[in-house]
């Protein structure tokens, strides 16, 4: 089918991640056998989101209220977990293991992409350490070259503060992602968490 509107729908769906040509393909031949109702709820599911979610003006999470429901939990823990998505967060939080708040960096630095650190979330996680009487800073970062170099720049902007800075344990697996590992090999790797 040589249809531009269809094309342009395929090229749509092709932009999302770990979607190629012919998943996106599905995708667009399914979306024609919805109904018109279907299509108008999904589109506008879509629409909301983008417009009612943000970032958290404490951890920079994704929140559709000013300040997250994680950092909102009165009985916290005076621990801070540091991970590079949102996604990471909703997979930390899979474990129930962890009980204090989270920090959103929204990158790593990467110089091949052109990510120092400057780009990414790392001055109010110091301000936050500052003025919320942290006493330790968890840094979750994927155990990849980039997440490495990442968790030692922030350990080392973090010491001279006098909090503890420890690192998630090697469970998981060099080049792995959070967001993709099991729930108990997340809770190892915090549990077995070790000081930078």
Do not use: W
Not at 99 to 119: A, C, F, Q, R, T
Not at 131 to 146: G, Y
Request: aromatic residues 6%.
């Amino acid at each position: 089918m040589q249809i531009d509107s269809f094309e342009r729908l395929i090229n749509e769906f092709s932009r999302l991640p770990a979607v190629g040509k012919k998943t996106a393909q599905r995708y667009a031949y399914f979306l024609l056998t919805m109904t018109d109702d279907e299509v108008k709820d999904f589109a506008d599911a879509m629409v909301t989101a983008k417009e009612s979610i943000h970032y958290c003006k404490i951890c920079a999470n994704f929140t559709d209220k000013e300040i997250c429901d994680i950092c909102s939990r009165q009985d916290k823990a005076p621990i801070i977990c540091v991970v590079k998505e949102p996604k990471d967060v909703t997979a930390l939080e899979k474990v129930r293991e962890f009980k204090g708040s989270y920090h959103v960096l929204h990158g790593v630095i990467n110089p091949l992409e052109g990510k120092g650190p400057n780009d990414l979330n790392i001055r109010s996680l110091l301000d936050r350490v500052k003025n919320e009487n942290i006493e330790e800073v968890i840094v979750a970062t994927n155990p990849d070259v980039e997440g490495e170099a990442t968790a030692i720049y922030i350990a080392n902007l973090l010491k001279p503060l006098g909090v503890k800075v420890t690192r998630i344990a090697q469970g998981i697996s060099m080049g792995s992602e959070l967001e993709f590992t099991d729930a108990m090999t997340l809770s190892k790797a915090l549990s077995s968490r070790r000081e930078m």
